[in-house]
């Protein structure tokens, strides 16, 4: 028997270091990021904002790729009841990471499979909680300006210098942090009938 053909696989989102990470499972897949509002609506938390927009991506995406499965991902930080968006600019960062050192932050890391061949969606919610150390302000200063992660929820890129500024994580996804839970795709990813291990194939194409 001849073995069906893939669907076209497609991250929603422009971020590298989801593409990084997705290239992991050696599957063949390409890029279409989408365009849409992040604003959080008034009274949402962080689990349904981080849903809704890891959501939106995907079926923003399907609306122009009607036979494939699309990847959608969002994250949002969250500290002492409160959502943190990304800060912008230097001084933004530096006011985030002087009110978070010492303290301890969660990152809801949301996930979404969207089907576009039947319109059937998996998604959910990634936890981490990560607690910053307390680290004086020029340590802070020469980290922003060696990493600028001014689009980073809470200013710290973990996948890269900011590793330094954590002192613990608790999470059951090693990859959640970064912003695409491999664990938990996987399984969706095997629900919709891709085999893994893939074709072979690592990498993307644009």
């Known amino acids: 028997m001849t073995a069906q053909p893939l669907p076209p696989l497609i991250l929603a989102s422009g971020s590298r270091y989801r593409r990084e990470l997705l290239e992991r499972l050696r599957l063949p897949f390409s890029v279409d ?23 939106q991506k995907a079926q923003a995406v399907a609306a122009r790729q009607p036979d494939a499965i699309i990847i959608g ?4 930080a969250t500290f002492e009841g409160r959502q ?3 800060p912008g600019n230097f001084e933004n960062a530096m006011t ?15 996930l979404c499979v ?3 061949r039947n319109g059937q969606s998996q998604a959910t919610d990634a936890v981490t909680r990560v607690k910053f150390r307390d680290l004086p302000d020029e340590v802070l200063a020469a980290y922003l300006h060696a990493e600028t992660p001014y689009d980073c929820a809470g200013s710290a890129k973990s996948e890269g210098l900011g ?11 090693p ?3 970064i912003g695409l839970p491999l664990i938990a795709l996987t399984t969706m990813l095997m629900n919709t009938g891709i085999s893994l291990p893939g074709p072979g194939t690592a990498g993307a194409s644009s």
């Open 73 to 76: 991902a969002d994250q949002v």
């Open 114 to 116: 969207h089907d576009a």
């Open 33 to 55: 990021v989408p365009d849409i509002d992040e604003t959080p609506a008034p009274g949402e938390t962080p689990h349904d904002t981080s849903l809704r927009l890891a959501r």
């Open 175 to 177: 990859t959640a942090l």
């Open 96 to 110: 985030q990471l002087r009110d978070m050192r010492g303290k301890v932050v969660e990152f809801h890391s949301a």
């Open 163 to 173: 590793i330094m500024l954590l002192e613990t994580i608790e999470n059951d996804d």
């Open 84 to 86: 943190i968006g990304k």
